[in-house]
């Protein structure tokens, strides 16, 4: 029990030291924000190709290592534990949006909606385990998502242009506040999901998203989700994005529509 406890106490002065001696993030990033790249009116330049890392698109909750959903998977196919990137820790359901929430993910591999090759929505494209570009110009942004070939255009300068349909995407107006880029989303359909774990929302979600450059390869992206079908306040997300560096790097074709054909009509194959 020494040894033990010993070994406990190392383990926190260890923690504590590397806690008070390591540098200040924040204040390192925030020395940086002068290298951003700008377009020729100054404005801060969001274009580029980013992607996410973590597991926030198995849960965007704080959520421990799970078994896969096919057991032959074994530890390859494991969901692994996330600290989450809700503000917070927990969305803020209704008691029967929880339920909801909690019936999804207990069958998720047959529900959400990304594993028949739907398109992800807003917020969830931005953080699943694909990249993503952003090619931006003084009147518009385009998103353009290697998942499915989503895509969706930010309008810069038609803030009272609406939506003709609802649609998987949604309707995205933006807008500049300083070196932050302001995106009003709304106009979705519900049948989106936020990740595989069957957090979910309805038609009636807006979502106000915010791309803030800490340096000229590390933006943090945050999104306030407001829907009072489903939650009883709105509430935030937060997960940094990274500038991928890789030589010649472009997005690849995941076209993902003939790899979901046979679970969604192979039952309608014709036997001889």
Request: glycine share 6%; proline share 6%; charged share 25%.
């Amino acid at each position: 029990m020494k040894t033990l406890g010993r070994t406990l106490l190392d383990l926190s002065l260890l923690s504590l030291v590397l806690l008070t001696t390591a540098p200040s993030l924040e204040g390192a990033e925030a020395n940086n924000t002068s290298t951003i790249p700008r377009t020729s009116d100054g404005k801060a330049d969001f274009s580029g190709i980013w992607q996410a890392i973590g597991s926030a698109h198995y849960n965007i909750e704080p959520h421990a290592a799970e078994f896969p959903p096919i057991p032959e998977l074994g530890a390859f196919g494991a969901i692994p534990a996330g600290l989450g990137i809700v503000e917070g820790g927990e969305i803020p359901y209704t008691s029967e949006a929880r339920a909801k929430q909690e019936e999804n993910k207990s069958d998720w591999l047959n529900l959400d909606p990304v594993v028949n090759c739907y398109m992800p929505g807003v917020p969830r494209a931005n953080y699943m385990p694909f990249p993503f570009q952003i090619i931006q110009s003084s009147e518009h942004l385009v998103f353009a998502y290697e998942f499915a070939s989503a895509n969706r255009i930010v309008y810069l300068n038609r803030p009272d242009f609406e939506a003709p349909v609802f649609s998987w995407m949604g309707h995205s107006r933006g807008r500049m506040d300083g070196d932050s880029l302001i995106i009003d989303v709304t106009d979705q359909v519900s049948d989106t999901w936020l990740d595989h774990a069957g957090n979910h929302h309805s038609d009636a979600l807006r979502v106000t998203e915010r791309f803030s450059y800490k340096n000229k390869d590390l933006l943090i992206y945050e999104a306030t989700l407001d829907d009072s079908n489903v939650y009883t306040r709105p509430w935030t997300l937060r997960i940094p994005l990274y500038r991928r560096q890789d030589t010649n790097m472009q997005l690849l074709e995941f076209k993902c529509v003939e790899f979901a054909e046979e679970r969604m009509y192979g039952h309608l194959r014709k036997e001889d």
